[in-house]
C-alpha cells in the first residue's frame, strides 16, 4: 500500500502526457524527461535512502519521502517552465522522495523471509504496478475535471496524509537475521560468485536490469499518448494502462511462486525472453482488441524481472551487504527506466509515431536476454565442478 501509493504520484504525467507537453510547448520529450528524471532519482536516492533506513529505521526514510514527494508535485504541478517539472519530478519525488520508500523497503521486507522469500519480494515491488491498475483511470477523470495540475496538488495532500499513519502504525525494526550468500573466497581471499569475481558478477546483474527496464518503461510510459495515436480515447487508454500494470500486478504473484522453485536467475531469464515477444507486439496493433491482448502479454512479461533481480542478490551475496547492493541494483533499473522514457518520447519526436522507439526496445531486450542467458549458462557449468 505505501508503494501503490509513493509510485501514484509517477503516473500522473504519464496519463497527462499529451496535455502537459501542450502546456510546455508541445514536445513530448519535455514531459518524458520529467518522468524519466523521477525513475532516475529515485534509483540514485536509494543509494543514499538506504543507509539512513540502516542507521535509523525504516519509518523515517518512508515518512521524509512522502513529505519530499508531496512538495515535488507542488513544484511540478505549479510549472511554467520545464525546468519546475525536471526539478520537481528529479530531485523532489525521486532523489529525496520515492527513493526513501522503493528500494529500502524492498531490503526491509525481505529480512523477514526465508523459505518464501521470492513470493515476499514479488509482493511487495508489486506496489508500483499497483499504483498503475488503480490511479490511471483516477487521474484521467481527475484531470478531465481539475486538470493536470489540480490533480498533482490533490494526490500531494492524499498521498501524505495516508502514507505518513500507516509508516507510524506498521512499520518497525525488522527480525535479526544470520549472514547468508553464496559468495565464497578463493584463491588468496578473492570473493567469487561462480568462480567469477563477486562484484564483476554484481555488474553484470545491475547492468541487465538496465537493458531491460529501458524495453520495460517504454509502453508504460507512452500507453496514453500511443493509444490516442490509434484513434482511441484518453479515458480508453488511461484504462489501457491499468490493464497492463494490473496484469504486471497479479502475475507478478505467480511469479513469486515460480520464483521460490527455480531461483531468481533463471525466473529473470523467462520473464525476459516473455517481455521481448510482447513488446515486439506493439509494432502491429492496430486496434482495440489488438492493444489489449499485446498488453496483457507485456505485463505478465516484465511482471518477474525486478524482483528477481532483487532475488538474485539475495540468493548470492551476504545480508550485510543488501542495504547497498540491492539501491545500487536499482539505480541501475531506474536509469533504464528514465532512459526508456525519454528516449521513446526523443524518437517519437523525430518520426512522429512510436515504432522506432518500439523496435528500439527489442534491440535492448535481446542485450539483456543474451546476458542473463550468459551468467545462468556459468551459473549451471559452476554447480556442476566446471571451473
Avoid at 123 to 133: H, M, V
Avoid at 134 to 158: D, L, N
Avoid at 265 to 281: F, K, N
Avoid at 336 to 350: I, P, R
Wanted: charged share 10%.
Amino acid at each position: 500500500m505505501l508503494l501503490a501509493l509513493s509510485f501514484g504520484g509517477l503516473w500522473i504525467t504519464a496519463v497527462g502526457l499529451k496535455a502537459v507537453a501542450e502546456d510546455m510547448g508541445g514536445v513530448r520529450s519535455i514531459p518524458s524527461l520529467a518522468m524519466s528524471l523521477a525513475w532516475l532519482g529515485s534509483g540514485a536516492g536509494g543509494l543514499l535512502m538506504g543507509r539512513i533506513a540502516e542507521r535509523y529505521g525504516i519509518r523515517w526514510s518512508v515518512i521524509s519521502g512522502s513529505s519530499m514527494m508531496a512538495v515535488g508535485l507542488f513544484i511540478s504541478a505549479n510549472a511554467t517552465q520545464p525546468w519546475h517539472l525536471y526539478l520537481g519530478h528529479g530531485l523532489f519525488m525521486g532523489l529525496i522522495g520515492n527513493a526513501g520508500l522503493n528500494a529500502p523497503l524492498m531490503v526491509y521486507v525481505s529480512r523477514w523471509f526465508d523459505r518464501r522469500r521470492g513470493s515476499a519480494l514479488a509482493l511487495i515491488s508489486s506496489g508500483g504496478y499497483l499504483a498503475g491498475f488503480v490511479w490511471p483511470t483516477v487521474f484521467e477523470r481527475s484531470m478531465a475535471y481539475f486538470g493536470w495540475r489540480g490533480t498533482m496538488m490533490g494526490f500531494a495532500v492524499f498521498q501524505f496524509a495516508m502514507i505518513v499513519p500507516f509508516a507510524i502504525a506498521f512499520l518497525r525494526a525488522p527480525p535479526d537475521a544470520g549472514v547468508t550468500g553464496t559468495v565464497s573466497a578463493q584463491n588468496g581471499g578473492k570473493r567469487t560468485v561462480f568462480g567469477w569475481n563477486a562484484n564483476a558478477v554484481f555488474a553484470l546483474l545491475a547492468f541487465a536490469s538496465f537493458l531491460c527496464c529501458v524495453t520495460m518503461s517504454m509502453p508504460q510510459q507512452h500507453m496514453v499518448a500511443f493509444c490516442t495515436d490509434l484513434g482511441m480515447s484518453a479515458t480508453l487508454g488511461a484504462a489501457m494502462l491499468s490493464l497492463l500494470l494490473g496484469m504486471g500486478f497479479f502475475s507478478r504473484q505467480a511469479w513469486g511462486w515460480v520464483s521460490d522453485r527455480i531461483g531468481g536467475l533463471m525466473t529473470a531469464l523467462a520473464s525476459s525472453a516473455l517481455q521481448g515477444i510482447a513488446i515486439s507486439g506493439f509494432l502491429f496493433v492496430q486496434g482495440e482488441w489488438s492493444v489489449f491482448t499485446v498488453s496483457i502479454a507485456f505485463g505478465f512479461g516484465f511482471s518477474a524481472l525486478i524482483p528477481a533481480y532483487i532475488l538474485t542478490i539475495r540468493e548470492l551475496y551476504p545480508l550485510s551487504e543488501a542495504h547497498w547492493r540491492v539501491p545500487a541494483l536499482m539505480l541501475l533499473s531506474g536509469a533504464g527506466m528514465a532512459t526508456g522514457g525519454w528516449l521513446a518520447g526523443y524518437l517519437y519526436d523525430m518520426h512522429g509515431y512510436y515504432a522506432p522507439a518500439f523496435l528500439t526496445g527489442v534491440a535492448f531486450n535481446i542485450a539483456n536476454l543474451a546476458l542473463l542467458f550468459m551468467l545462468v549458462v556459468r551459473q549451471r557449468a559452476y554447480a556442476a565442478g566446471v571451473r
